[in-house]
């Protein structure tokens, strides 16, 4: 419901000298925007350029160069509303104006439960800890922005929650304020922006209000145009050879961070918050593992995760030696970057000791059941060049095989599989962030290909899930990077059973049984009119693929298939070696395979080859830890939803996925 915008001058709460002339202007002009209608009159549906004219009018009325509002809003939200829905930090409609007390009084977060701090259940005296509940005290007075925009503007908060248009008003009012604050004009030219978009950050650190106001301004360069959630054009028009004011940061008063022993390209901002490596009785330790990568073993995965709490109290845990740990958390606000453990050591946070071993662990604020709840592109930038940085350093390839989601990492033993956790979950927009990373996902074989890259439009593939508020109760409608899997070429059809998680599928928040993922790759099936069978857990998996706005693309790919004479091979959890390549000193560990096969007729798209290896680390101080390597090789393979293991031996090279 919209709230009637106020137009009396003596507003409470305005700031910074705005006159009553300039309140009643904002009024006015937002009326016509806001979709005010006579009483007993219905509202006709907003055009779809009114947000554009947002921008363009808030531009206007606060003398911001409007392609500073389109860049500061795009990097907040992308120019999406949420349908008024909170952030993670409490922020609200496209300019993000954050109002943490009223987000807070409204949160019903949901997490995803507990699972083995290393995930590794041959290993004791570990045992399982359960997550802590997030503290969630009064928010920090810099996020508090969205009263004093209401302040300035003399615009109803509810309205700046509410309505795009009245927010986007709101920013304008700040981004001003903050440009008077720091002395200097409101200049039509978006180059003496600077200061005033590093202010707007909310940041308390020189760093991360530079990466942020650096990241603005990349946009600005770049130039970006999109359909927004709620159906709006928007476009910012590119300015190549737009050169900032950086001096201006010296003059915003923000503190220098600490930066020392952090592993962080110069291009975020990056604080050393260390997780504890302690012992702390009956011979049990804490959070990580004392490791010497990568000369002891590759890192090969780099392991995408959202935190299901907030900033603060998710630092809590990762300092507690009794919890899990992880490499880096990311802050959705800004994209600011905590590390926790260095990248040569081994963080207890994939639920798979093989993967924890081989992988480095990145944490996003966020909640996989509330899509509004943002991933914001701050956020996504951030960790975009963190990825891009590792990924360079440790030789990973930046596709799907090896970036992959913690909902991507597949259980070690049969026992351990329906507890695998499911983040960053369905509303990660994966085509975006490998657009970021510089590997845009594209078709790479021509029509007819033996395989395809998942690849639906984010925005408008909406796929029907349940449970993100209240169980079984449908979420709201929102653009998704997951497709639907059928047993059949129709929509009524059952959906595809995974045997290891037990019970029918659901369409559940949180229910992998029958969803691939954008940018995964399969190996075609079978084709019917506009639909595409894959082969996925064992069977004929199909997923509607019209030409006109197509779910998946040709890829180039390894197709692997079982060897001539088998009528199925084992499919694992975990590559590790053969019994006789463990010295005396070191337990052997089972290689167990999981409750599924790979048929004999059915062909699976193969990644890495790698050898079979364990890492012992079984006490603290790292005295006797060991890496074990063996003579077997293993496949990993895009098996279903997660990736699985199946042994070199036991298959063989279909075709080369032309």
């Known amino acids: 419901m919209r709230r009637p915008v106020p137009l009396s001058p003596s507003a409470p709460g305005r700031g910074r000298g705005r006159a009553a002339p300039g309140v009643l202007a904002s009024a006015a002009l937002l009326l016509p925007l806001l979709g005010a209608a006579p009483s007993g009159a219905v509202a006709a549906p907003p055009a779809p350029d009114r947000l554009q004219r947002a921008f363009a009018d808030a531009s206007a009325e606060y003398g911001v160069p409007s392609s500073v509002l389109l860049g500061v809003s795009y990097l907040q939200s992308r120019w999406d509303g949420h349908a008024g829905s909170p952030s993670v930090t409490g922020g609200y409609g496209p300019m993000h104006l954050t109002d943490a007390r009223t987000a807070l009084a409204g949160s019903s977060h949901h997490g995803e439960g507990t699972e083995d701090p290393r995930g590794d259940g041959a290993r004791a005296p570990l045992r399982p800890r359960s997550r802590p509940a997030p503290e969630t ?119 220098a961070s600490a930066t020392a022993g952090t592993e962080c390209p110069a291009s975020v901002s990056c604080e050393w918050i260390p997780a504890p490596y302690e012992e702390f009785g009956d011979g049990d330790y804490g959070n990580h593992d004392l490791g010497n990568r990568p000369a002891s073993q590759r890192v090969r995965y780099i392991v995408v995760h959202d935190t299901e709490g907030a900033w603060d109290g998710v630092l809590n845990m990762v300092q507690d030696p009794t919890y899990v740990s992880w490499n880096y958390t990311l802050r959705s606000t800004d994209g600011h970057v905590a590390q926790h453990v260095k990248a040569k050591d081994v963080a207890w946070h994939a639920g798979n000791w093989y993967v924890n071993a081989n992988s480095i662990g990145l944490e996003h604020e966020g909640f996989l059941a509330e899509p509004d709840a943002w991933y914001t592109e701050a956020m996504y930038r951030s960790s975009a060049r963190l990825v891009r940085y590792l990924a360079g350093k440790y030789g990973i390839p930046l596709d799907r095989q090896h970036i992959l989601g913690h909902g991507n990492v597949p259980g070690p033993t049969t026992a351990t599989v329906a507890g695998m956790h499911t983040d960053p979950g369905p509303y990660w927009d994966w085509r975006h962030y490998f657009e970021l990373l510089g590997r845009p996902l594209v078709a790479t074989a021509g029509p007819g290909a033996g395989a395809v890259t998942i690849r639906p439009d984010y925005s408008s593939n909406r796929p029907e899930y349940t449970g993100c508020a209240t169980r079984g109760e449908p979420c709201a409608p929102h653009g998704s990077s997951d497709v639907r899997l059928y047993s059949d070429h129709d929509r009524n059809a059952p959906l595809i059973r995974d045997i290891g998680l037990g019970g029918a599928p659901t369409t559940g928040v949180n229910d992998l049984s029958s969803r691939v993922s954008t940018g995964q790759r399969f190996a075609v099936a079978d084709r019917w009119g506009d639909w595409t069978a894959i082969w996925y857990l064992g069977q004929k998996a199909w997923f509607p693929n019209p030409r006109r706005q197509p779910a998946a693309v040709p890829a180039r790919a390894l197709l692997i298939t079982p060897r001539e004479g088998l009528e199925s091979v084992p499919v694992y959890g975990r590559a590790y070696p053969e019994r006789t390549a463990y010295p005396a000193e070191v337990p052997v560990q089972a290689v167990s395979p999981l409750p599924y096969t790979l048929p004999k007729g059915q062909t699976y798209v193969a990644g890495d080859k790698v050898p079979g290896e364990y890492y012992y680390a079984a006490d603290f101080g790292g005295a006797s830890h060991r890496v074990v390597t063996g003579e077997d090789l293993y496949y990993e393979i895009q098996y279903g939803h997660r990736v699985a293991y199946v042994r070199a031996a036991d298959v063989t090279v279909a075709s080369p996925g032309r």
């Open 137 to 255: 005290g009064p928010p920090p007075a810099r996020l508090t922005t969205l009263p004093r925009a209401a302040g300035l503007t003399g615009l109803d908060p509810a309205a700046l929650r509410e309505d795009p248009a009245a927010n986007v008003a709101g920013g304008a009012a700040l981004l001003a304020a903050a440009q008077r604050d720091l002395g200097e004009p409101l200049s039509g030219d978006p180059a003496d922006w600077y200061g005033a978009v590093a202010r707007f950050s909310g940041a308390d650190d020189a760093a991360t209000a530079a990466a942020y106001a650096d990241d603005v301004f990349s946009v600005i360069r770049e130039g970006q145009e999109r359909t927004t959630d709620a159906g709006q054009r928007v476009a910012l028009a590119a300015d190549p050879g737009l050169a900032p004011d950086r001096a201006q940061l010296r003059r915003t008063g923000l503190r």
